[in-house]
Every structure is written in C-alpha cells, then in structure tokens.
C-alpha cells in the first residue's frame, strides 16, 4: 500500500513550457506537485533554440530562447515543486485505490492522484540529413541547431528547411553572416508568415524546390564541407554553393512509445492525445497540455500552451477536490503569495 505522503497530488509528464507553467499553477491551486522531465535540464523543445528570439508570448518583449526557460523555471519553482530530471516514464498503471503508479527507465517508482502530460511529441529526435557520410561532418561544420549565433558571423551559410526554426535562423544569421542560402523542398515555408515576408524581402537566397543533394569536404584534412550540391527536386538539375556551414532543420521524429501499448485507456491521434477542451484525456484522471493535446482550440504556439496547462491544473484540481473553485484566485488577491 502506497503512503498518502508518498503520493503527490499532481505529477507532471514533461518540462518544457507546459509541463513548466503546469507545475507553477498547480502550486496556485494548492496541490503537491512533482515534474519529471527525460532530459537533464529543463526547458523542453526551447533548449534546441536559446539563442533565437521568441516573438509570441503575451507580456514578453522579444525574448531568447534562454531567457525565456529561465523565466519559466524561475516562475515554476515559486511554490517548490519536486523536480525530477534525467527519467524517461516508461509505465503508467491505476492502481486499485485509483491512484497512478509511474515507472522510469531508473526503475524508480512515482504515485500520484493525477497526471498532467506534458511532452509536447515526446522525446525528440532529430531528423538528419539522409546522405552517407554526413555524419562524419556533424563535429566540424554540420549543425541541427544553432546554439551561438556568432559561430556563424561573416560566414557563407546554408540552411535546408521550411519550417519555422529554418526560417526563423535565417532571419536571425542574415545580418551577422557573409551570406544565407535557403533551400527548401517546397516553394511554400511553414513559417509564421509575416517572419516569411521579412526572408523573402532580405538579401538571403531562397532556392525552391531544392534539396541538398551531396556534401563535398574540403582538401585540407580537417573534414569540414566546403561545397554543397544543391539538386532541383522535379528537373534535377544542380546548382553548387561554397559554404562554410550547413544548417539542417528538418524537424523531429517524436517518440511517444510509452502510450503506444498503454493500458490505462489513452487515445493517440496522429501522434497526439484526444483530449477535451478541458484538457481531459480518455484515462480518467490524466490531462494534457501542449502540443500533446489534440482537441478542437489548440493553438501550436508557446502561448496556447499556458491556457492548456492551467485548464489541465484546474481539472486535476476539480477531479481530486470535486468542491474546489473551478479556477485560481486571480494572483494579486491570492493567500499563496503572501509568503513568497
């Protein structure tokens, strides 16, 4: 039998800004909370982007990638939640007493009376340039991400990718850099369209429906690649750049393998959560937040995420305390501060 003081109120999946916020307000609502994130640090997602400038957050001037996560941390860990870091959940099961019983790839074991899920597609992988012998290019002058925007100052660089991280890093580099070459797939980008417009009305090159093709190295032994094949996708016909990096944003492969032979009733969408517009998943007992959650407000923005996670708190709160208020007292006039 599980100790009630072993048992948390809310355990949440996942510490990138859902997870984060979830962890925050959940201390508004009074409710011992614990955070488990896979990786070693928190931040999720943003840790790929430090250095690029987040334009979308209600309140927030232009703010790095860096930045934000601290603000986020500082902000989650007000009420002193547990953190947890470096566990990836592997199990969830319902106990008969109708607690949750996790389990880690450390073989440790977490209770809880309710999960909030908030790992955005999982754990993320990169996609990588699928040409033999890329990788041996990935300690010199290969990057999937771009972690120190002067590395690449008076530099010739080429980015391949049309989502938004792809054009985002060339509006970013265009100033700084010798020159920026885009090639993309598509003619049309993923990206929010008024960060398009400023790449197509800049200097940068924007090559479509192009892809990369090969990676030439350089002659003086140090295999960094000094030209690139740059093949049109329906004439195939090749341009070539001399570059002195390459840029791949290809976007992710998510791994959501904990829920893909779940037994505790989870329904998985295309990689995604059916999920009410209260952030409740088919498991009763188990909300959502972010870009897990697939119900009909979503909005994919770092923004969307913070009204799911309070929605998915405010649940939490209801399904444990069916007496509760349905939402926090506004924070100004709220007893929980008063001894921060």
């Not at 009376?113 to 990935?138: D, M, R, W």
Request: charged share 25%; glycine share 8%; proline share 3%.
């Amino acid at each position: 039998m599980v100790l009630e003081s072993a048992c948390y109120d809310v355990t949440i999946i996942g510490g990138g800004p859902a997870g984060l916020y979830s962890a925050f307000y959940s201390g508004m609502r009074d409710l011992k909370t614990k955070v488990i994130e896979y990786e070693e640090e928190l931040g999720g997602k943003v840790n790929v982007y430090k250095e690029k400038t987040i334009w979308d957050v209600g309140g927030l001037p232009p703010t790095t990638g860096a930045q934000l996560i601290s603000q986020l941390t500082d902000q989650a860990f007000t009420f002193q939640p547990t953190i947890v870091l470096g566990e990836q959940v592997i199990d969830i099961k319902k106990m008969d007493n109708g607690y949750f019983h996790i389990t880690t790839n450390k073989n440790r074991d977490h209770y809880s009376k309710t999960i909030i899920l908030a790992t955005g597609y999982g754990i993320l992988k990169q996609t990588k340039l699928n040409i033999p012998g890329a990788e041996k290019f990935e300690t010199t002058n290969l990057y999937y991400a771009v972690k120190e925007l002067g590395k690449f100052r008076g530099k010739d660089v080429v980015i391949s990718g049309g989502g938004n991280s792809a054009v985002d890093w060339a509006n970013e580099l265009e100033p700084i850099a010798k020159s920026v070459t885009v090639v993309h797939r598509r003619d049309q980008f993923g990206g929010h369209e008024k960060f398009v417009a400023r790449m197509r009305n800049s200097s940068i090159d924007i090559l479509t429906p192009y892809a990369i093709d090969d990676l030439e190295s350089s002659q003086d032994g140090t295999c960094c690649i000094e030209n690139v094949t740059l093949k049109h996708c329906e004439n195939e016909q090749c341009q070539f750049r001399k570059t002195d990096a390459v840029i791949v944003n290809h976007g992710y492969q998510p791994d959501l393998s904990f829920l893909d032979h779940n037994s505790i009733g989870l329904k998985v969408e295309e990689r995604r959560l059916r999920t009410s517009n209260q952030m409740e998943t088919d498991a009763t007992g188990i909300f959502a937040a972010g870009d897990i959650s697939n119900h009909s407000s979503s909005i994919p923005l770092i923004a969307g995420t913070f009204t799911d996670a309070a929605l998915a708190v405010n649940a939490a709160k209801l399904y444990i305390h069916p007496d509760a208020d349905r939402y926090a007292r506004v924070s100004s006039h709220n007893d929980r501060f008063k001894s921060q």
